[in-house]
């Protein structure tokens, strides 16, 4: 087996390769093709502009016989890893985590994976990995059986994506929600670069006012129909108002005509805004993640 850093020659082939392994790296990690798009179209884009090298830096593609066999990626730059495998491999997660450990010389190292993996706490155990709080959960949702579509809330229409002409619109609504006083129109633009990204995906609730009240991005992977959404935002000034579960239904409904199957949202744990609001959407299952660590050496 050969580790060899990720670079953009290496991008078509590591999307085949994460599509060939949905569900289950979905099940596993909490990943698909969506949140790798995410990963590297996403705000880590800019950030490799201001510092190049940061994707064959985070992410590593693992080899065995000339194909990609595992993608280790540390999603934000830190210590957070995964491993993507297409099937319980255990001797490859074992030399996928005995390699970063070796590369991370000792620096803290946590991995999230799903809490009933079993295979991958025996591998993390023995590599003395002790298990800590649930740091993620993971909601599934079937879209073959969707009822009708909640309708908009008086004075907001659901619709989606006009193009450039609602970034600005669509950064005051993740400013809003989620803080952060930056320039979120740099990812939005990288992220319609991506080779699977379709505008109709990206759904808004409009109010009378021409402000975008809520937002939310979908993938759709037609040949598996594994799909996911993120983010799912709504502007303080109309939360409260059931626009979260309108444009997140309104999605789940362009995801299945796109030949979407099954879709996945991420949340923080049980007693979050976003757990509360998923639970709401009918979920067919639900997935824990919990943060397994090694202490620094």
């Known amino acids: 087996m050969t580790p060899e850093p990720l670079t953009d020659a290496h991008l078509d082939e590591a999307i085949d390769f994460l599509r060939s392994a949905n569900p289950f790296a979905e099940h596993t990690w909490g990943w698909e093709t969506g949140r790798f798009i995410d990963w590297r179209w996403g705000g880590n884009a800019v950030r490799d502009q201001k510092e190049p090298g940061f994707f064959g830096r985070h992410g590593t593609i693992i080899r065995r016989d000339d194909a990609i066999a595992a993608l280790v990626i540390a999603e934000v730059g830190a210590d957070d890893h995964c491993i993507l495998t297409a099937t319980e491999d255990g001797e490859l997660v074992d030399f996928a985590v005995t390699w970063l450990l070796k ?7 946590t991995l999230l994976p799903w809490d009933e993996a079993i295979w991958v706490h025996a591998v993390l155990t023995e590599l003395g ?3 800590g709080d649930a740091a993620e959960l993971g909601w599934g949702y079937d879209l073959t059986s969707l009822g009708d579509l909640p309708k908009a809330p008086e004075g907001f229409v659901i619709d989606s994506l006009s193009g450039e002409v609602d970034y600005p619109e669509i950064n005051r609504c993740l400013e809003g929600a989620f803080g952060g006083n930056r320039d979120r129109v740099p990812m939005l633009r990288s992220l319609a670069t991506n080779p699977m990204f379709r505008a109709e995906l990206n759904v808004v609730a409009r109010s009378v006012d021409g402000r975008i009240a809520a937002y939310c991005r979908g993938n759709v992977d037609p040949d598996s129909g594994v ?3 993120d983010p799912v935002a709504t502007h303080p000034d109309f939360q409260g108002r059931g626009l979260g579960k309108a444009i997140v239904s309104a999605c789940f409904a362009t995801q299945a005509r796109l030949g979407g199957r099954e879709s996945y949202i991420g949340s923080a744990p049980e007693g979050s805004a976003g757990s509360r609001l998923y639970r709401t959407l009918g979920p067919v299952s ?3 993640y919990s ?3 090694k202490p620094p050496q």
């Open 291 to 293: 943060a397994w660590s």
């Open 286 to 288: 639900k997935r824990s």
């Open 103 to 109: 590369e991370r010389d000792g620096e803290q190292l």
């Open 227 to 229: 799909c996911s959404i």
């Open 129 to 131: 990995f002790e298990k």
